[in-house]
């Protein structure tokens, strides 16, 4: 069965940084897409940032470009966005899943991880 396991999320001072990681098994990683979409207290979805099967091309929403930077590692099975400047606005749970887009009725999602950001 797919799985996506999400971990390194946690308490961070704004200004901080941390690293997500997304670990993946029960299926052939390398060929999909994948994505990381946050979801603040309150608030609906949030997709922030792509990339495709073989890691050449990685999309961003424009208020995390710049500070924030999707990867993964097809050999490990594992997708990563580390996330440095972070603000109170940025606190959120953040999910990773497969695809480009938010919205695909097919595509495996993990638990999510809880990122908070506060002085």
């Known amino acids: 069965e797919p799985q996506l396991v999400e971990s390194g999320g946690g308490w961070v001072k704004p200004g901080g940084s941390l690293r997500l990681s997304c670990a993946a098994s029960?299926?052939?990683?390398?060929?999909?897409?994948m994505k990381w979409v946050r979801q603040p207290p309150g608030k609906g979805p949030e997709w922030i940032s792509a990339?495709?099967?073989?890691?050449?091309?990685?999309y961003y929403k424009d208020s995390v470009k710049g500070r924030f930077t999707i990867s993964r590692d097809n050999a490990a099975n594992a997708l990563y966005l580390q996330m440095n400047s972070l603000t109170p606005r940025d606190s959120a749970v953040y999910y990773c899943?497969?695809?480009?887009?938010?919205?695909?009725?097919?595509?495996?999602w993990g638990q999510g991880t809880q990122v908070t950001v506060s002085s």
């Open positions: 029960g299926f052939t990683f390398g060929l999909f897409d």
């Open positions: 899943a497969t695809g480009l887009s938010t919205g695909a009725p097919d595509d495996y």
């Open positions: 990339i495709n099967g073989d890691g050449t091309t990685p």
